[in-house]
Nanobody
Framework: QVQLVESGGGLLQPGGSLRLSCAAS????????MGWYRQAPGKQRELVAY???????NYADSVKGRFTISRDNAKDTVYLQMNSLKPEDTAVYYC????????????????WGQGTQVTVSS
C-alpha cells in the first residue's frame, strides 16, 4: 500500500505565502500523477493542481499564476507553493497520487493523504 503524509498547513494573513509538502511511502512500484485537491466547508472537493511523472502540470483557474506545483521523483514527494493567498483559499488540502505497488501487486490506483488545514484570514 501507499501512505501519503502532508505537512505545511497553517494560519496566515491574506497576501501571504505557504508551502505544502507531501511524501509518499510504501511498497511503491511507480507513481504517475501527483496532485493537490482542496475542500472548503460546505463545498465539494476540487482539484487545485497536478503534475505528471513527465512534469506536465495543470492548475485550477482560480490558482493560476499564484500556486506552483513541483515534484521530486527521487523522494516521491510533491510540493505546492502558494503565493498571494486569499481568504477563499481557506480549505483542507489533500494530497493525491496515482501509483501501483509491488506488494500486494496492483495496477495504478488513487491514494489520498489525511489532509492539512490552510486558513487565510486577517
Amino acid at each position: 500500500q501507499v501512505q501519503l503524509v502532508e505537512s505545511g498547513g497553517g494560519l496566515l494573513q491574506p497576501g501571504g505565502s505557504l508551502r505544502l509538502s507531501c511524501a509518499a511511502s510504501g511498497s511503491i512500484s511507480s507513481i504517475s500523477a501527483m496532485g493537490w485537491y482542496r475542500q472548503a466547508p460546505g463545498k465539494q472537493r476540487e482539484l487545485v493542481a497536478y503534475i505528471t511523472s513527465g512534469a506536465s502540470t495543470n492548475y485550477a483557474d482560480s490558482v493560476k499564476g499564484r500556486f506552483t506545483i513541483s515534484r521530486d521523483n527521487a523522494k516521491d514527494t510533491v510540493y505546492l507553493q502558494m503565493n498571494s493567498l486569499k481568504p477563499e483559499d481557506t480549505a483542507v488540502y489533500y494530497c493525491n497520487c496515482n501509483a501501483r505497488t509491488y506488494y500486494p501487486p496492483t495496477s495504478f490506483r488513487d491514494y489520498w493523504g489525511q489532509g492539512t488545514q490552510v486558513t487565510v484570514s486577517s
